[in-house]
């Protein structure tokens, strides 16, 4: 079975930084794309940034220039560095990534838990 476990959350001052974690593990063949949603309260999930297996990236508009998303591909761990955070970064974050537990299955869908970040003074 494979668990994504999110580390890194918590409250922050605009302007401040952050470090989302995310580690897969469990039956892991291989990951493919590893990402960050969010979803503010009374908001639906938004992708944050993405990273494919090759390491090209994708970005929100809204948080271009401010966000960096990277890989481990030795630890099965994603990252989100987070600068200049504004209030309205103010989220439940959460991991994503497609994964092939076994070398015949599917590609399937996980998800982490969440992690919450709220900026505020």
């Known amino acids: 079975q494979v668990q994504l476990v999110e580390s890194g959350g918590g409250l922050v001052q605009p302007g401040g930084s952050l470090r989302l974690s995310c580690a897969a593990s469990?039956?892991?063949?291989?990951?493919?794309?590893m990402g960050w949603y969010r979803q503010a309260p009374g908001k639906g999930r938004e992708l944050v940034a993405a990273?494919?297996?090759?390491?090209?990236?994708k970005y929100a508009d809204s948080v271009k220039g401010r966000f960096t998303i990277s890989r481990d591909n030795t630890k099965n761990t994603v990252y989100l560095q987070m600068h200049s955070l504004k209030p309205e970064d103010t989220a439940i974050y959460y991991c994503?990534?497609?994964?092939?537990?076994?070398?015949?299955?599917?590609?399937?869908?996980?998800w982490g838990q969440g992690t919450q970040i709220t900026v505020s003074s």
């Open positions: 994503n990534a497609f994964i092939r537990p076994y070398d015949s299955s599917p590609l399937t869908n996980y």
């Open positions: 469990g039956s892991i063949f291989s990951i493919n794309t």
């Open positions: 990273i494919t297996s090759g390491s090209s990236t």
